[in-house]
């Protein structure tokens, strides 16, 4: 089983802001399937097959410096490894448009992969990362410009990277992710 899990700040303020690109894209995979939530794990979830693979869908139910907690206590209760982790957001270091999967280094200053490294103790989970930044991006505060809906002009661009977001996730459930980083980065 895989877990894969989109990153984003829960309530209604907050849906079509750049900060829920995770979210955008695991709503994508989920297909119109219904969103259970489980409490104990303080988040939203879907159990479903992707590409021949059985896969849980999360969107954690906490703030998103606070989502370590739910995709830790999820992973735990799975019995998951670190390479059957998936974790999709908004990247303010690529630009609108773009996407990147890998694994990396660092969290990039993102404050909820921040809390998934301190929370499983481990960063090299795979990361499929969607770009939100546009020529306005350093004008605001960091924290105030994510928080902002997509302009008009934008959605076209955010609704093609959380597709190809998507389209890549389903990709790596049967192939290397050497192939998948070929083919989307």
Do not use: C
């Not at 849906?15 to 690109?21: D, G, L, P, V, W």
């Not at 954690?60 to 059957?84: C, R, T, Y």
């Not at 303010?92 to 660092?106: A, E, H, N, T, Y």
Request: aromatic residues 6%.
């Amino acid at each position: 089983m895989k877990l894969i899990i989109g990153l984003g700040n829960p309530g209604q303020e907050y849906q079509k802001t750049r900060h829920n690109a995770g979210f955008m894209a695991v709503d994508l995979l989920a297909h119109g399937e219904s969103w259970q939530h489980n409490k104990n794990v303080k988040a939203d979830f879907i159990k479903l097959e992707l590409n021949g693979q059985t896969v849980e869908l999360l969107k954690p139910a906490d703030f998103m410096n606070n989502s370590g907690s739910s995709v830790a206590q999820e992973s735990k209760n799975h019995n998951l490894k670190i390479e059957e982790v998936i974790v999709v957001y908004d990247d303010l270091d690529l630009p609108l448009g773009k996407i990147r999967v890998g694994r990396f280094d660092s969290a990039g200053g993102h404050n909820g992969i921040k809390s998934i490294i301190e929370h499983l103790g481990a960063k090299d989970f795979i990361r499929v990362r969607i770009g939100i930044a546009n020529s306005h991006a350093y004008k605001v505060p960091a924290e105030k410009f994510v928080l902002q809906k997509f302009g008009l002009l934008e959605k076209s661009k955010i609704n093609q990277s959380v597709k190809l977001a998507a389209q890549a996730i389903t990709m790596l459930m049967t192939e290397p992710l050497e192939k998948v980083m070929n083919k989307y980065n």
